[in-house]
């Protein structure tokens, strides 16, 4: 992933645009940093749909795997949330 400074992505944003848009090859997310730190990724609209479809899939119940629903069924409540259990 390409990564840039915040004056660079603003002196230079549409070239960063048609990076992330794949305009001349693949697609690729360029990340803005401020100061050295990862702030705001440049992400084509179509690899945003791809993240937001993900949102919102699900799994039905007997589909999860063995290891996941013996996890599952080990597991123990925070005792912080035991009045939960009470009816």
């Known amino acids: 992933m390409v990564e ?6 603003q002196r230079n944003f549409g070239l ?13 997310p360029v990340t803005v940093l401020h100061g050295d730190k990862p702030s705001v990724v440049i992400l084509s609209a179509a690899g ?14 007997e589909d999860l795997p063995e290891w ?14 035991s009045y939960l259990d009470e009816a």
């Open 16 to 28: 960063y645009r048609e990076l992330a848009e794949g305009a001349h090859a693949a697609s690729e």
């Open 48 to 61: 945003f749909a791809r993240l937001k479809q993900r949102d919102k899939r699900s799994m039905a119940t």
């Open 68 to 81: 996941l629903v013996d996890q599952i069924a080990a597991s123990e409540m925070d005792p912080r949330f």
């Open 4 to 9: 840039v400074t915040s004056t660079e992505a």
